[in-house]
């Protein structure tokens, strides 16, 4: 019994005095380990007459238990002080400037797309989109694009292997094919049916197998449509110059309007832009010098009717140009295969700020 209380004090005043959690566990194995004084008594139970073990057993239990208890309330109290301790060292200080991020840049391809939208926001254009993977009818047949027709040639266009029940399949050479399918749809037929016009702009990624300093395999349009039952060539012209003196933002910026051909436009007109070199340097603007810009028309009466509308009651223009050119000509951009190296030093340089997106 005598040594029942020595043991009692030594092992409770032991956990009481531990100052971290190092001392504690020390404290824990000198009481309750292997070879703790706690331990100890437990095992003098087994020489004791039954009587005797029965009583003895009872308080060294109770003792164990105790013990247990000091442990754990000294877990507790020293877990929270280490916390508290470590929330006083270790302040975060939230008055630090931020580190800088890395900032990102628009490709200048998407800030044409952006502003191309704006521009033509305005005239009552909406944006249209459709898939870059078509059938050979979308993409020629509704365009009135003769079988003959270089376009239509393996060497010229992406062919994917047909569907099932034969039809060839390529990847769009234009994105004509996205206007076919506006005109065709059921809403679109009835607005036009209710006296309504239909203008869209049809921006985005074409496909054809050139490859060299003027041209890849992938590149970016932008065709312009609008049907209605009284849109004329005056209109076309109107809505170019507007579109082109906005775009290089040069109000007087003179433009040549030029008889051409397109299979799916007629009468069909190529416009140029005025412009001068000098030392060699490309200068939009007044200059007596010409560069083509984009191809343009009044839409062939068959794609009309292609496109389940009545040539008789609906007209309408249509226009199309390159936007990785007209993004080259107004940012001065020298080499088209730049666009696509996806070279983060060359988009820093010629890239724009999502902040300055007219978007
Ligand atoms: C060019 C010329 C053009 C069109 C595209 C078009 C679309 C439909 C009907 C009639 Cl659905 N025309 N598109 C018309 C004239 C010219 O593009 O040089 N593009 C780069």
């Known amino acids: 019994m005598d040594d029942l209380s020595t043991i009692r004090s030594e092992a409770l005043s032991a956990v009481s005095a531990a100052a971290d959690l190092a001392a504690l566990e020390a404290a824990r194995v000198a009481a309750l380990g292997k070879k703790g004084s706690v331990t100890g008594l437990m095992k003098t139970l087994g020489g004791l007459a039954p009587e005797q073990r029965k009583e003895f057993g009872a308080r060294v239990n109770q003792l164990k238990?105790?013990?247990?208890?000091?442990?754990?309330?000294?877990?507790?109290?020293?877990?929270?002080?280490?916390?508290?301790?470590?929330?006083?060292?270790?302040?975060?200080?939230?008055?630090?400037?931020?580190?800088?991020?890395?900032?990102?840049?628009?490709?200048p391809?998407?800030?044409?797309?952006?502003?191309?939208?704006?521009?033509?926001?305005?005239?009552?254009?909406?944006?249209?989109?459709?898939?870059?993977?078509?059938?050979?009818?979308?993409?020629?047949?509704?365009?009135?694009?003769?079988?003959?027709?270089?376009?239509?040639?393996?060497?010229?266009?992406?062919?994917?292997?047909?569907?099932?029940?034969?039809?060839?399949?390529?990847?769009?050479?234009?994105?004509?094919?996205?206007?076919?399918?506006?005109?065709?749809?059921?809403?679109?037929?009835?607005?036009?049916?209710?006296?309504?016009?239909?203008r869209i702009i049809v921006p985005g990624r074409?496909?054809?197998?050139?490859?060299?300093?003027?041209?890849?395999?992938?590149?970016?349009?932008?065709?312009?449509?609008?049907?209605?039952?009284?849109?004329?060539?005056?209109?076309?012209?109107?809505?170019?110059?507007?579109?082109?003196?906005?775009?290089?933002?040069?109000?007087?910026l003179p433009l040549r309007f030029r008889p051409s051909y397109f299979p799916f436009t007629e009468p069909s007109a190529e416009v140029d832009i005025g412009c001068s070199w000098k030392d060699g340097e490309l200068r939009i603007?007044?200059?007596?010098?010409?560069?083509?810009?984009?191809?343009?028309?009044?839409?062939?009466?068959?794609?009309?009717?292609?496109?389940?509308?009545?040539p008789e009651i609906y007209q309408g223009f249509a226009f199309g140009?390159?936007?990785d050119r007209i993004a080259m000509l107004k940012y001065g951009i020298s080499d088209l295969r730049s666009f696509f190296d996806s070279d983060l030093r060359w988009l820093h340089h010629y890239g724009f700020s999502a902040l300055e997106s007219v978007r």
């Not at 000294?74 to 200080?93: F, Q």
């Not at 050479?173 to 036009?192: D, F, I, W, Y």
């Not at 810009?293 to 009466?301: A, D, F, N």
Request: hydrophobic share 40%; net charge negative.
């Open 321 to 323: 140009m390159g936007i």
């Open 285 to 310: 603007g007044a200059g007596g010098s010409w560069l083509e810009i984009l191809g343009s028309g009044m839409v062939h009466p068959k794609v009309l009717a292609n496109c389940g509308l009545d």
């Open 206 to 252: 074409t496909f054809r197998i050139d490859n060299d300093a003027t041209h890849t395999p992938m590149f970016h349009q932008v065709e312009g449509l609008v049907i209605d039952r009284t849109t004329h060539m005056g209109h076309l012209k109107g809505c170019l110059v507007d579109f082109c003196r906005a775009f290089f933002e040069i109000d007087d």
């Open 109 to 198: 391809i998407g800030q044409v797309m952006d502003e191309l939208a704006a521009i033509f926001g305005e005239m009552g254009f909406t944006w249209a989109d459709g898939p870059d993977i078509e059938d050979d009818w979308h993409n020629f047949t509704a365009l009135n694009i003769p079988p003959d027709h270089p376009a239509r040639q393996m060497q010229d266009t992406f062919y994917l292997p047909p569907r099932a029940d034969g039809t060839p399949i390529v990847l769009r050479t234009h994105t004509s094919p996205v206007q076919a399918r506006t005109m065709l749809r059921p809403e679109v037929q009835k607005m036009l049916a209710d006296g309504g016009a239909l």
């Open 65 to 107: 238990g105790e013990v247990e208890a000091a442990l754990e309330a000294r877990r507790g109290a020293l877990s929270s002080s280490a916390l508290a301790a470590r929330l006083v060292s270790e302040k975060v200080d939230i008055s630090l400037p931020a580190r800088p991020e890395g900032q990102g840049s628009l490709h």
